[in-house]
């Protein structure tokens, strides 16, 4: 089946279209189209999200890239000699619901109903953290597929800018949560230490890029909760211990060593802290395979240190082959949307600002 899906819940406004097939036992996608205008620059005069920018923008460019999805399929169709619209073609329309940003959430949803209704289409709801975990059967190219083979069970990472959380799938249908963030979420973090360094929002790929300047031993960061005996974060600790750094260090605040040596003490702990809960959790549930997504999944020193460390343990490693399908995107809406049709679930079309797994 054919899925357009939708994505709002924080500073993306993304739609793809996505070929969705093979079923729980063998799923396989193809991204057909795929666009996503990006709000960082109208957000970061401000350091972060601002909601109801977020919900402007959003109202302002849906429209827009539905047009372009539409323009682009027509333009394809004519190609292949075919007529007409790939509307005609599509099954359902699926949204994220949540969590997200309540007023974002509600600009796609809405607008989203509205096309459902104008092309006679199903509308789906679809739950963003399902998405960001199931990204990793994305295909890294359009127009391409690459078939997963995904063993369970399998330890699932999710880190992003709002959520920290670890998970035990028994199938791709069968997800438990076995702990996540009791404060920060790890993304959140890495935004905030940039905010006290001076760095742009958002600050994860700006501390990722100073800190290859930086020696990520010079400062020895308190790594919050890594004894616990549970699969439950901690990061704002972390984050203070990182602001008083800098208070007392406050002469040579201006200095790009002490700059790119902080981030990279701090970028270090941090993924010491994800590395050994998620080695834990493989190795209590036993796990075949380890998942990892989210927007901080892009970062270069986590997903070695994943890769290495599954490595020693025997799992096999996946996580999006393509960096754009890390962060917010619209195409792993479509593949949630497609999973949780297959297993009979429903969200209502309405927005779920603190929805979890
Ligand atoms: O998944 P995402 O796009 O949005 C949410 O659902 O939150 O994640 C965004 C988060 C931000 O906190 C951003 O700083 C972080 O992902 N991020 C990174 C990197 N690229 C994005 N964090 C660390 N290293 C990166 N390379
Ligand atoms: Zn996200």
Redesign the pocket.
Known sequence: MRILAIETS?DDTALSVVRCEGGLEGPHFVIEQNVVSSQIEVHRPFGGVVPSLAKREHVKNLPVLTEQIFEESRIKNQESGKEGKIIGDIDAIAVTVGPGLAPALWAGIEFAKDLAKKLDKPLWGAN?LLG?IYSVYLPQEIGKVEQREIKFPAVALLV???HTILARMDALDKIEKLGETKDDAV??A??KVAKMLGLPY????E??KISEAGDAQAIDFPRPMIGSGDFNFSFSGLKTAVLYYLRKQELKANSYKLKADTAASFQNAAIDILVKKTRGAIEESGAQSLILG???A??KLLREELTRMSEEVGVNFYTPSAFVHN??NAAMIAVAAYIDYLRGVKYAPEAQPNLNL
């Not at 958002?202 to 790929?205: I, Q, S, V, Y």
């Open positions: 924080c963003h960001h992003s800018g709002g993304g959140e890495f935004d958002p600050g994860g790929p501390i990722q989210g927007g901080v892009a970062n962060t917010d």
